[in-house]
Every structure is written in C-alpha cells, then in structure tokens.
C-alpha cells in the first residue's frame, strides 16, 4: 500500500511517538495540580509551548493549546467576534478557506449579524492582497486568510496581508495547518495576529492544536468557546492532554528542523512524477499555480476521465479526489470551481501529496500505474476522443 495523501493526515513521526509515550503512563500526571507530580510535567508541557512558540517567532505565553485547527479556526473567528461585535461587525475571508473557517463564517453571519466579505482567489489560486484592501470598511474587524491551501498548495502573500491589516487597524488571522513545515511562519514580520496550527499534519497526533494569540503590540481578548477552570488564560478551558502537546512540541520542533530537506524530498519526488507523466499522458492539467505551492502538493485533472474511477482502480494507491461525493450527485470542489476549472475537469481531478516518508520507489511505481488506469479508462470514455 502505498500513502500519497500526506495532506488529509500524516503519521506520527517515531521520534514524537518515544517522546510521547511515557506521558501515558508514569508521567501521567495532571498539569494543573501543584504538587509534586503536576510540577513534574509542567515543564514538559511548557516546553512544547516554546517549540510551537519559536517556530513562529512568538511568546511562550501567546500559545494556546487547543484539540486542533478546526477549534483554533472556531475560537478565532467566533471568539474575537463576540468579543468586538458591537464596535465592528465585518470579517473579510476568501472563498478558499477549509470548511470549519467558511462554516464558522456562515454561522456568524446566520445567528450574529455578522457581515462576511469572501474575496475570490485568481485563476492560479493566489487571493490578491489589493482585492483584500478594497473590501475594507469601517466595521471591518478581521481578515482571515490561510497561509497554505489544503487541496491546491497554493501560498498566499501573508506579509503584504499583514500589512493592510495593520494600516487600516484591522485584526489579521491566518489558518496555518498546512503551512507549518513547509515555509518559515513570522507573526511578528507578517503582521499576523492570530494563527491556527494543527498536529496530525506535521507528523504529531491527531486531536491537539495551537492557536497563537498576539499579546504585543497589540493584547488581543476574544470571549471563549468552553466554560471551565480557565486554563489557557481562560481561553481555552479543559485540562490539558500532557502527551499530545509533548507530542505537538516535538512534532514542530522536527517540521521546522528539518524543513529544507523535507521540502527538497517533496519537490524531487514532484518533479519526477510530473515528468514521467506528461511524457506518457496528453490532456494533462495542474490545477493552480505551480510555482507559489508547497512542494509537496499537486493537483492535477486528467481530460476525459472521472477521477472517481481513477482512484477506485488504483486499488493500493491513496490519493484523494478533490470531489466530495454528498449524497446523491457527484459535487465538485469549491476550491476549483473557485479558481475557474470548469465542471468537467474538476470532476477528472485529484490531489497528490508527497510527505516526510514518501520514496522514489513509490512515485514511480504510482506514475506508471497512473497512466495505465488513465489510458484504460479513456479507452472505454464517450468523454475522451483524441
Ligand atoms: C486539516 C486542516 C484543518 C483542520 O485541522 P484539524 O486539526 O484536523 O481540526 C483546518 N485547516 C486546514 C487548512 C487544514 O488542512
């Protein structure tokens, strides 16, 4: 079998895994105790605060350990909104965005009076800070955009963002779950007020996250999610999970590390698989801009095939189609509709995505399969007849 899906998740690291362990068991105290066995893990708790504060140039104290990137995302918008709701009102997003940011946004909207903005990318994927800049009002109170998209790769402008956002005194959030690891993150040098982070996608454990909170210069308040004990400066309440934000801290710790080689992997193994298909395969398409994407992502639309049956024939290959099937009809990816790719290529469209592990072994492997199942499947499609 092999994984080319390192974007819907990744593996623990075996590195974070031997960290993590013994948190299970003798060290499975609670941090919030102040006796012995509670100072005992404090230290490795904060610790992996400073790992997740250092990689984005933050204070320890501007982290905030959260279950992952869709709470971060919801405290984020939903908790800065209830915050500053009655002196504005108005978030601009882009209609890009994973679906906890655009559901959170439609919530607001439905329920809170909120009024949303979602500025469209262009044909490449890239959301242009000048649109941004034109959609701001005197209510407006945030912008959030993603540092890296999920299914396209495409890296957005964060600094020039950054810097509108500070001009017109406008609050800045960027999800960042698919960036961290894959290009250098500086809230302070971007601008960035607020930062989601998550750990199953930088070879951490699934069910923990971060958000960063600037407290400097400017000290950001948003009305919390949970009640509780008030732990997290009563942003985040609930004991913490001691193993999973061991495991958060090294996992980031290792993604930023070892960056440059896990992105010189990534873009290797990219580049031969490109090649080894467009030499065999006509009517190709790279959905998005090639050139400002992670190295690790491509998405790619295959004329006159349905990327349904693409996948299903490739049997012990993991990829993923970008088009989510609901219930009845087949609805393609708001993402590449967004971008412009017509309906017809959307649905002959699929992401691919080379991580930590992924070898060269397997992407050649995956190639010449590829273009079998692609040549096979033609063979037999009214939709292809060159
Ligand atoms: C995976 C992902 C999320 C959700 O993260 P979880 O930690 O699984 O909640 C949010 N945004 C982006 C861009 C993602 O890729």
């Known amino acids: 079998m092999i994984y080319l899906d390192y974007q819907s998740t990744t593996p623990v690291d075996k590195r974070v895994l031997e960290k993590m362990l013994p948190y299970f068991s003798e060290k499975f105290a609670n ?82 009076n909120a009024e949303i903005t979602l500025i469209n990318p262009d044909k490449n ?3 242009s800070p000048d649109k941004i800049e034109a ?12 540092a890296v998209n999920n299914e396209i ?16 005194d406008v609050l800045f959030h960027s999800d960042a779950a698919q960036a961290i690891g894959k290009i250098d993150i500086d809230v302070k040098k971007f601008g960035i007020d ?7 996608k930088i070879y951490g454990p699934k069910g923990i996250g971060a958000l960063y909170v600037s407290t400097s210069p400017k000290r950001i308040r948003l009305v919390p999610l949970f009640s509780g004990g008030g732990q997290e400066r009563n942003f985040r309440s609930g004991t913490l999970p001691v193993p999973l934000c061991v495991g958060i801290g090294e996992a980031i710790k290792i993604a930023q590390s070892e960056m440059q080689q896990d992105n010189e992997n990534a873009l ?7 090649e ?51 219930s009845e009809k087949l609805e393609s990816s708001y993402v590449l509709h ?48 060159n």
């Open 194 to 200: 607020l930062l989601s982070i998550s750990g199953h």
């Open 338 to 385: 967004a971008i412009g790719v017509p309906d017809e290529l959307s649905h002959a469209s699929f992401r691919i995505s080379f991580g930590r592990f992924s070898t060269k072994d397997e992407v050649i492997y995956t190639a010449d399969k590829i273009i079998k199942v692609v040549n096979n499947l033609r063979s037999i499609s009214p939709l292809w007849n």
């Open 31 to 112: 941090v919030h105790s102040n006796h012995f066995f509670g100072e005992e893990v404090k230290d490795d708790v904060e610790n992996a605060r400073h790992e997740i504060a250092v990689t984005i140039n933050a204070e320890d104290k501007e982290i905030i350990f959260t279950s992952g990137a869709t709470e971060s995302n919801n405290i984020a918008l939903k908790g800065i909104f209830n915050y500053y709701k009655n002196k504005k009102n108005h978030i601009i997003s882009s209609t890009i965005e994973h679906k906890c940011v655009l559901e959170s946004l439609k919530y607001l909207e439905t329920n809170c």
């Open 268 to 274: 290797n193994l990219r580049n031969l698989f490109l």
């Open 135 to 146: 959609a701001i009002k005197t209510n407006t109170l945030m912008i959030s955009i993603m």
């Open 153 to 168: 790769g495409t890296i957005q402008d964060l600094e020039a963002i950054g810097k509108i956002a500070k001009k017109y």
């Open 276 to 326: 080894i298909l467009c030499k065999n395969l006509k009517g190709v398409h790279v959905n998005g801009s090639l050139e400002h994407r992670v190295p690790q992502n491509l998405n790619l639309a295959f004329e006159g095939i349905e990327s349904e049956s693409l996948i299903f024939a490739l049997e012990d290959i993991a990829l993923t189609s970008v088009s989510a099937c609901s």
């Open 125 to 127: 994927g890239i959301i």
